[in-house]
């Protein structure tokens, strides 16, 4: 079984920075992508930014410039670095991981989603 787990969400003030990571936990299984969405209050959730264990990444035009997206392979984790954050990117940030697994049977792929951590930008 693989699990993800979020950590660095909170409160912080328009213009200030986080960084929220999530590793993956378990046992034989590869990672092929990882990635974040989010999700606000009456709103659908949506792509922020995701990578490849290759190292491609991929932004939501609104976070371009602002977030970056990072992977440590040998971890299994991913990192997102958000600086300049405004009031907008206040929203449940969930963790993605697209990933292999090698089991008795053989290997499949599976997705994978974190719990969701809250991330509030506000004075």
């Known amino acids: 079984q693989v699990q993800l787990v979020e950590s660095g969400g909170g409160l912080v003030q328009p213009g200030g920075s986080l960084r929220l990571s999530c590793a993956a936990s378990?046992?034989?299984?590869?990672?092929?992508?990882m990635g974040w969405y989010r999700q606000a209050p009456g709103k659908e959730r949506e792509l922020v930014a995701t990578?490849?264990?290759?190292?491609?990444?991929n932004y939501a035009d609104s976070v371009k410039g602002r977030f970056t997206i990072s992977i440590d392979n040998a971890k299994n984790t991913v990192y997102l670095q958000m600086n300049s954050l405004k009031p907008e990117d206040t929203a449940v940030y969930y963790c993605?991981?697209?990933?292999?697994?090698?089991?008795?049977?053989?290997?499949?792929?599976?997705?994978?989603w974190g719990q969701g951590t809250q991330v509030t930008v506000s004075s």
């Open positions: 378990g046992s034989d299984f590869g990672i092929n992508a």
């Open positions: 990578i490849t264990s290759g190292g491609s990444t």
């Open positions: 993605n991981a697209d990933l292999t697994r090698y089991l008795g049977s053989g290997p499949d792929t599976a997705t994978y």
